[in-house]
């Protein structure tokens, strides 16, 4: 029925959602970043809207269109994206969708770095904050805590592992080998891992991914007799 409004299960439920990139500087003119190009955590987030929820979309550096009805928070660096989704909470689910840089500058140059007679310069690099793992472990945390994974091989055992190791709840794994769904398509190919086990979902489209999902965790937070 055309006309029957749309169930909004996350009515009145907060979600924050990170996605893309984040921009390390090396100097005020360069910075260390990657590809990710914010495609499935956007359409997360208008799947979000679409069940009802306030949804925080706390987003690194992409060239996508802000979806209609979400709350854009702009960041650049892992520091920046962290503090924001701190800034955030409580919600009621959190899903980090981001491709955090794993490294920055130890530190930034203040001024624009320039060739010099003794050869190119030495980037020394340190650490970012684990975004998801600090919210996970954080006094406030939310009840659904969502990661994603990008492997190459051994997609849900290295999923698994980072299940345990981040504290959270679900690990949507996805597989970037070769024609899975590569950064930057717009189909993917996932496998849902909680601590009871995997499920193998077949290649779709991200927007169905991200509705799937979505549907997936409104029906844990609030479960509706079917
Ligand atoms: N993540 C995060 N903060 C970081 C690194 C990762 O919040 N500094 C989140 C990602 O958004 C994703 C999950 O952790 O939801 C897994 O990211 P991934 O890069 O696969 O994990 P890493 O722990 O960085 O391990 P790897 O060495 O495989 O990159
Ligand atoms: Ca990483």
Redesign the pocket.
């Known amino acids: 029925d055309m006309l029957k409004p749309k169930a909004q299960p996350l009515a009145g439920k907060k979600v924050v959602i990170?996605a893309g990139p984040t921009r390390e500087p090396i100097d005020p003119v360069r910075f260390i970043s990657n590809h990710s190009s914010g495609k499935q955590g956007y359409a997360i987030a208008m799947a979000a809207v679409e069940l009802g929820a306030e949804t925080v979309l706390v987003s690194g550096p992409v060239s996508l269109a802000i979806p209609p009805g979400v709350q854009m928070m702009p960041v650049e660096t892992?520091q920046d994206m962290l503090e924001t989704c701190e800034g955030e909470m409580p919600a009621d689910i959190a899903i980090?969708?981001?491709?955090?840089?794993?490294w920055r500058v130890a530190s930034e140059a203040p001024e624009k770095l320039k060739k010099s007679g003794d050869g190119p310069p030495t980037l020394r690099l340190t650490e970012?904050?684990?975004?998801?793992?600090t919210i996970s472990r954080s006094p406030n945390r939310p009840k659904i805590v969502?990661?994603?994974?990008?492997?190459t091989e051994r997609v849900s055992e290295?999923a698994a592992r980072?299940l345990k190791?981040?504290g959270c709840d679900l690990?949507v794994a996805n597989d970037v080998s070769k024609g899975s769904g590569v950064f930057g398509g717009d189909r993917n190919t996932v496998h849902l891992v909680t601590a009871s086990g995997v499920e193998d979902w077949p290649q779709m489209s991200k927007d169905e991914v991200a509705r799937r999902l979505m549907e997936r965790l409104a029906q844990m937070l609030v479960p509706q007799q079917k």
């Not at 980090?96 to 794993?102: C, E, L, R, S």
């Not at 970012?128 to 793992?133: H, M, R, V």
């Not at 969502?146 to 492997?151: D, I, L, M, P, S």
């Open positions: 990170t892992a980090f969708t981001a491709a955090v840089a794993d970012n904050p684990d975004i998801l793992a969502v990661g994603f994974a990008a492997e290295y980072k190791s981040k690990i």
